[in-house]
């Protein structure tokens, strides 16, 4: 099967690459890319001038619910989410029932997502055992297996020891530890930021101290271990101090952030609407403004939808009833080009780096996040001149927890391409 | 008719009350102050309309004060009682108040320990929502008795000084009284140990101290919160030995307010806990005429939000 993209512009930072191009695609590979490849008609042809074309998205944090909570999203429906939205590539979460914390629960994971054929899945897999905080899982086994990174995402590694140790154990598997850095003894039963918006409204607050203290720990061990250490959904001024100044010292971490942390802040939450409960908490606007200023500046190498499928009566509750987190996967592009890059706070080279050329580094998928003949072809086409308003019927993932439902704005995906496929093409 | 300017369909919280609205429905339950003395109680005001007690959280003293303040307006009145622990397994909050309003209530009072939790019910009932505590957010009635109170003491609501004692972080009584005195232009001085009272209070318009005695200092009113060590405050300060050495309300602490000050609490007691026992029972306390007004001020309450309801019936 060959598959001709014409005249799109070719936006690939891993390559330095902005121009104008033809990209034939043969036998789900990039064949060919040069100023002029003749039509033909025995060849798909995709019109894509006025278009960019972007190496493939990729979301390297969501949770897909898959295997044990298929009543709020399946591989299956998550992946045509991640389509829909332009990601070609996902990591998955491993807190699904039973854990992702052994080799036969990553092989279903990669079996099941092969059979959807929508998207490339790549599982991470647990840290430890049962996402209990104390023994490591079978790291090596799990890699070979499929995994490609691990986290006990949805808990901290509490033990120091046991961060420690797993840092160190995969320095011979060259993947990342990815952190969900919040100290629970601090946190606790919080439920929004801790603050004067939650002493007002009477809500169990989660300090800023809960993120900052295990990120500097976290960079702490990392400064002497050396291996990769990635620490997810940054939340507050003070974690981006810290990476800031790890980074200087050429400390060996990276970190990422929310759609919803850079564009909301925690006054939302003062309608009690569940939608807006995540974790980490919505933080103030000086919080937001850093976590910006991290984009700008490199503090933060890459988006995440952390998308978190919830079903209706799940999130239908009392604010303190109802579980954190919100879907992001169909929105995160056109939110962010809407609000950062056409406002001009970051460039569209910029964006491209965080939602693909950045993940693919992170997670050392070495044939992604690059438009390069004889890689696989996973592109994105965006058109930037289409105007979007976010509705909740159109979403294709099971949940509608989104906090961007009836946002306006411009810049949408109009193809996702995965292995030389249209998984998605807009209508 | 003066009562326009009422314009709630619920009773959320004191933040969604205007000050006028505020001296409205004191106004009104002095009135009903005055006829509870009389032989007959009773009026027809509520006569036809049903009022649905909803408690999640034990209470005694609320529950009962809102169920005589509705059947003295005539209501028709239902308890509700069910534990929190049963609306996490089995039913949800809103099929619990769908199957309620199914019976065509037209009144929901409804306690919560979940801060919100009738904010929530808002968004779907078509009832008037009566928030009678939600968790550590609001319970709007007590700080109305206690205004209706102060206000009978010094006959004005205006250019005083409170001082509030205690937990703050988890009192809901507090945050209702910080906001209506914030709104009346009173004096606030929060009291208790740093970990039981953010210093982010002050943005709520109150001075925060950790000194009983430099924060009682010339009060009109001294209010003191329920030490709850139910709500888990037993992390927050050592033993209640040293927080009754810091904090507690006695003879000598208490006169280093004004000589015409009263001492006021929403109960239940902990008595020679945070508050002298004598000191309680002297002439100063005011706590058992706040109970009397409570049953005026919800019927007073319920009174204003009756008429909202008809319109959308009709």
Redesign the interface.
């Known amino acids: 099967m060959k598959l001709l993209i014409k005249n799109g512009r070719l936006i690939d930072p891993a390559t330095g690459t902005d121009n104008t191009y033809d990209i034939l695609i043969d036998n789900k590979k990039i064949k060919e890319i040069s100023s002029l490849i003749k039509k033909n008609p025995s060849i798909k042809t995709i019109d894509a001038a006025g278009f960019v074309v972007s190496p493939g998205f990729i979301d390297m944090h969501v949770h897909l619910r898959e295997p044990g909570f298929e009543n709020k999203e399946t591989i299956e429906t998550g992946s045509k989410a991640a389509a829909h939205g332009g990601f070609t590539s996902i990591a998955c979460m491993a807190n699904t029932s039973p854990v992702n914390d052994n080799r036969t629960v990553t092989e279903y994971i990669i079996a099941r997502s092969k059979e959807v054929g929508i998207v490339n899945i790549f599982p991470i897999a647990a840290i430890s055992m049962n996402l209990e905080g104390k023994n490591i899982t079978q790291m090596d086994d799990l890699v070979e297996g499929g995994a490609v990174g691990f986290s006990d995402d949805g808990r901290c590694v509490m033990s120091a020891d046991l961060i420690r140790k797993s840092l160190e154990y995969t320095k011979m598997l060259d993947v990342p530890i990815i952190e969900h850095p919040e100290e629970h003894s601090i946190s606790g039963d919080g439920q929004v930021n801790e603050?004067?918006i939650s002493?007002?409204?009477?809500?169990?607050g989660i300090l800023n101290a809960a993120e900052e203290v295990i990120v500097a720990r976290d960079i702490i061990l990392q400064e002497r271990i050396k291996s990769k250490l990635h620490l997810a959904h940054i939340s507050t001024f003070g974690s981006i101090d810290l990476i800031r100044n790890a980074k200087k010292k050429k400390i060996k971490v990276t970190a990422d952030a929310t759609p919803h942390h850079l564009l909301l802040n925690e006054e939302l939450i003062t309608?009690?609407n569940t939608v807006y409960k995540v974790k980490p908490p919505l933080r103030t606007e000086q919080d937001r403004l850093a976590l910006i200023k991290g984009l700008q500046d490199g503090t933060i190498d890459s988006i995440i939808s952390d998308h978190a499928p919830h079903t209706r009566?799940e999130k239908?509750?009392?604010?303190?009833?109802a579980p954190f987190g919100v879907i992001g996967l169909e929105t995160s592009f056109s939110v962010i080009y809407d609000r950062l890059v056409r406002s001009k706070i970051i460039n569209l080279k910029r964006l491209i780096e965080l939602f693909s050329t950045n993940p693919a580094k992170i997670l050392n998928l070495k044939t992604r996040g690059m438009v390069k003949p004889g890689l696989p072809a996973d592109l994105t086409i965006l058109n930037l001149n289409k105007r979007f308003e976010i509705d909740e019927n159109n979403f294709l993932s099971k949940a509608n927890n989104s906090p961007f439902i009836g946002w306006k704005g411009q810049g949408v995906i109009e193809y996702t391409i995965v292995n030389g496929k249209v998984v998605y093409k807009r209508s | 008719m003066k009562e326009n300017i009422f314009k709630q369909k619920h009773l959320l919280s004191i933040e969604d009350l205007s000050a006028e609205e505020i001296d409205l429905i004191l106004e009104i339950a002095e009135s009903f102050v005055e006829v509870s003395t009389r032989n007959i109680k009773k009026f027809p005001a509520l006569k036809g309309k049903t009022v649905v007690n909803l408690f999640f959280e034990n209470s005694t003293r609320t529950r009962s004060s809102f169920e005589i303040a509705a059947k003295r307006l005539s209501a028709d009145l239902i308890n509700f009682s069910a534990s929190i622990s049963s609306?996490?397994k089995g039913e949800?909050?809103?099929d619990t108040v769908l199957t309620l309003e199914a019976m065509n209530p037209h009144i929901i009072v409804i306690r919560?320990?979940?801060?919100?939790?009738p904010?929530?019910l808002t968004t779907f009932a078509r009832s008037s929502i009566v928030n009678a505590g939600?968790?550590?957010?609001?319970h709007p009635t007590q700080a109305l008795l206690d205004a209706l109170t102060i206000k009978q003491k010094f006959n004005t609501l205006r250019g005083l000084k409170i001082s509030i004692i205690g937990d703050i972080?988890h009192s809901?009584v507090a945050?209702s009284n910080i906001i209506l005195h914030h709104k009346m232009g009173n004096e606030i001085s929060l009291i208790g140990p740093p970990s039981l009272v953010?210093k982010?209070?002050e943005?709520?318009g109150a001075k925060v101290y950790y000194n009983l005695k430099e924060g009682v200092k010339n009060s009109d009113i001294v209010m003191m919160l329920r030490v709850q060590e139910e709500r888990g405050s037993g992390n927050y300060f050592p033993s209640i030995r040293e927080y009754r050495k810091l904090f507690e309300i006695n003879q000598e602490t208490f006169s280093l307010a004004k000589k015409s000050a009263i001492l006021m609490h929403p109960g239940p007691l902990n008595r020679d806990v945070e508050i002298e026992t004598s000191l309680a029972d002297s002439d100063k306390s005011v706590i058992l005429q706040q109970v009397t007004n409570g049953i005026a001020i919800r019927m007073a309450v319920l009174y204003l939000l009756k008429g909202e309801r008809n319109e959308i019936i009709n």
């Open positions: 603050g004067f002493y007002k409204y009477g809500l169990r309608t009690y009566d239908d509750k009392e604010f303190e009833f | 609306l996490k949800s909050l809103r919560h320990s979940a801060s919100g939790s904010n929530y939600d968790g550590f957010h609001e972080l809901r945050r953010p982010e209070f943005q709520m």
